[in-house]
């Protein structure tokens, strides 16, 4: 018996299977196009996500370094400036000072000259007004530890006129609120302006030349050096009264000033200076 198997013929109607080479699925090229478009999408995130990211840090580091530099120079030129603007600042200072006594610093100061020193003036000059116009408004303050209330009606205001001429506010007393150190009490009635002009018209004042002088020449000297403008006066030729027929009637504008040295100076020209106010 031999061992050679014999070949079983093809079933009758098969047809014999083809046996060629297989061709591979991931062939160099194709892996080749893989690899290619992977380091396209990975050059692609690194840009956007790292690359564009660092340039925008590095923009705004260099941004900050120039702001720095502006910043470091404006404050070596204050530095280098410091000394002349302390000097100026004293020197301000020490002339401010010899300035304030001209001026009515708060409503005490205020209400010696409302209800003393002008109607003094007024007096001392033989004049009785028709009517005193205040072409300002005033608010005094009332606070609650005052031992006794002030008058805040001038005697020669017209009665009518009188109660509504100037305005108060009571300051009340907080709880527990104790009085006030009299050192430590800030003055009340300052203005809200380094400079504030107090403009005072007067109507219908039967004066002579002469009065009129004494009038201004009064102010001047019992007023205690405060600082104050006779902006104008004008006589009415058709109002001439008196037996030698010399009086006439005036009428003059005149302006006191406020300052508050704490307050902040605008470059605008304050109301009330000299030349700003005609008759």
Not at 83 to 97: C, F, G, S, W, Y
């Amino acid at each position: 018996m031999s061992s050679t198997r014999r070949q079983q013929p093809p079933a009758k109607g098969g047809k014999q299977p083809e046996t060629g080479p297989r061709v591979p699925v991931f062939t160099p090229q194709i892996m080749g196009i893989v690899f290619l478009v992977l380091i396209i999408v990975a050059g692609v995130v690194f840009y956007k996500g790292f690359y564009e990211k660092k340039v925008q840090e590095i923009a705004s580091l260099e941004d900050q370094i120039g702001k720095q530099k502006q910043n470091n120079d404006t404050y070596k030129r204050k530095a280098e400036m410091l000394p002349n603007a302390q000097t100026v600042r004293a020197i301000m200072d020490e002339k401010l000072e010899e300035v304030q006594p001209m001026f009515i610093m708060d409503q005490d100061e205020m209400r010696e000259f409302l209800f003393y020193t002008f109607p003094d003036v007024l007096v001392r000059s033989n004049i009785n007004p028709y009517g005193i116009i205040i072409d300002f408004e005033w608010n005094y303050t009332l606070p609650w530890w005052y031992d006794t209330p002030f008058e805040t009606i001038p005697d020669w205001s017209p009665p009518d006129e009188g109660p509504s001429l100037f305005t108060w506010t009571y300051k009340s007393r907080n709880e527990d609120e104790k009085e006030p150190d009299p050192e430590s009490i800030e003055p009340f009635g300052q203005p809200d302006t380094f400079i504030q002009a107090l403009t005072i018209h007067l109507e219908e004042v039967p004066l002579t030349y002469e009065q009129l002088k004494r009038f201004i020449s009064n102010l001047q000297k019992l007023f205690g050096g405060k600082l104050y403008t006779v902006h104008c006066f004008r006589n009415d030729s058709g109002e001439i009264s008196g037996f030698l027929r010399v009086i006439t009637l005036y009428e003059m504008d005149i302006s006191i000033y406020m300052m508050n040295p704490t307050a902040g100076a605008s470059g605008d020209m304050p109301e009330g200076m000299p030349g700003s106010e005609t008759c």
